[in-house]
Every structure is written in structure tokens, then in C-alpha cells.
């Protein structure tokens, strides 16, 4: 039992696939995993464990935006032995070259959060980067399934409604796809643990277009990726 998550020892399994919409843990748990059981409703962020492909594999909400995920991803590492963590969320394009629908692997992440100048100090800039062999294992498991996958940096943004779109275009020129909330922390607090992390996101709204993904599209971007996620952390 950790501050945030009411499992007991041994409750979840040494790798945790991690959805923002603790509903969509649900919903993974149920779709994907067998003999799945709940073991945290604390505050309602939900958190299973079942099997995939006969391995334990555990599935947890970690909220919106890096102060809540950095929670989650702490006490799963710290508290329950975590070592292998695969985001499976949704972002925004910044850039032409990205389009509704795509999938993307987080090579790395910048972030306008405060988080890491409060670790490392205002001198520092490190760079969060994903696992290579989660990122290679991937980008593998995609091409087995037909999905194409895009591999580039995403902006971790603390605020979502913004006036950044002058920064956007930039980081865009500077080679990044897609904005969402949570990148730099997973990386930066797995790098500090030994823990092995990755993000892949469906790309659910163009923020140049102002296109967004229906109900329908979300959810089946969702499976795709949610089936991805799952291939390679049993890999
Ligand atoms: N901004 C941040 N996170 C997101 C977005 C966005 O536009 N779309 C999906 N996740």
C-alpha cells in the first residue's frame, strides 16, 4: 500500500502499461488481459493486473499532466518494483509532416514543466529520452502489424488551453511532432530508478488544422496502440 495506490505486495506486475483516462486501464484490462483483477480505486484512478500471453502484466490510470503521472510512475518504480513502463496516450501534431491518426514513439521529450529545473537546477537542460530497446521493440511490433509508426520527440505542455503557438511552430521547426502532458516526467524519473520507459501515442487532434478524431477513430486508434503497448512489454 503507497500513498496514491491501495495494492498490497505483489498486486502488480513488474511492468505496468499506463493510460492517462484511468478508464481506459479498465477497458485495457477487460479487452486484452486475462483473470484481470482490480487492485486500486484510490481516488478512482484505477489500476489491474492479469496476463497477457500467459505473462503478468498490470494496466494503470495516471491522470492528466506531469504532477499527477510523476505520482504513479514513482510509486510504481518505488513502491512495487516496477521496471518497465509504456505510456499508451494521445497527443496533438504541431507539425504538417504529422497527421490524424498516426501513431508516434516518444524518442525523447521537451517540456516547458518546471519539474526538471526543480531537479536539476535552472542551468540544466536534460534531455528525457525512452528506452531503446522498448522504442526498437516498438517500432518492431508495429511494422509486424501493418501500423506505421512515426519515431520522434514530443513537447511535454503543463497547460493544455495555451498561448503558445508561437513556441509550437518553433519546436515544430526544431523536428517535433506532437505536444501532450506527461513524456519528460515518465523518462526523467524512470532514468533516475533504472527503469526502462516509452511512450506511444495516437495523434487525436491536429493543432494546425484544428482537426480532431471522432469518439469512433479515438477508440480504434486507442486498440491499435493499446495492442502495441502490450506486444512489447511482454517481448
Ligand atoms: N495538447 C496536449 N495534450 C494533448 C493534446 C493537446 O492538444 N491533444 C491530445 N493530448
Not at 484511468?22 to 489491474?48: H, Q, S
Request: with cysteine; net charge negative.
Amino acid at each position: 500500500m503507497s500513498i496514491h495506490i491501495s495494492a498490497g505486495p505483489g498486486d502488480v506486475a513488474d511492468r505496468v502499461l499506463l493510460p492517462g483516462d484511468p478508464l481506459r486501464a479498465r477497458w485495457i484490462a477487460e479487452t486484452f488481459l486475462t483473470d484481470a483483477k482490480e487492485y486500486t480505486t484510490v481516488r478512482n484512478m484505477l489500476g489491474y493486473t492479469g496476463t497477457y500471453h500467459n505473462i503478468q502484466v498490470s494496466v494503470q490510470g495516471t491522470g492528466m499532466g506531469m504532477p499527477s503521472a510523476s505520482i504513479y510512475v514513482h510509486e510504481l518504480i518505488n513502491d512495487y518494483g516496477v521496471r518497465t513502463l509504456i505510456r499508451v496516450g494521445s497527443c496533438g501534431a504541431i507539425t504538417p509532416d504529422v497527421e490524424l491518426r498516426d501513431v508516434i514513439a516518444a524518442i525523447g521529450s521537451s517540456t516547458d514543466s518546471a519539474m526538471n529545473r526543480v531537479r536539476f537546477g535552472a542551468q540544466i537542460d536534460y534531455a528525457p529520452v525512452a528506452d531503446f530497446d522498448l522504442l526498437r521493440g516498438a517500432v518492431d511490433q508495429a511494422a509486424g502489424r501493418g501500423v506505421p509508426m512515426r519515431v520522434g520527440q514530443v513537447f511535454a505542455a503543463d497547460a493544455f488551453y495555451h498561448n503558445q503557438d508561437e513556441t509550437y511552430r518553433q519546436l515544430a521547426e526544431h523536428g517535433v511532432l506532437a505536444v501532450e502532458m506527461e513524456t519528460a516526467a515518465l523518462y526523467t524519473i524512470a532514468a533516475r530508478h533504472r527503469a526502462r520507459a516509452l511512450t506511444i501515442l495516437t495523434v487525436s487532434d491536429h493543432l494546425l488544422t484544428d482537426q480532431h478524431s471522432t469518439a469512433e477513430e479515438r477508440e480504434r486508434g486507442f486498440h491499435a496502440m493499446a495492442q502495441i503497448g502490450l506486444d512489447t512489454i511482454v517481448a
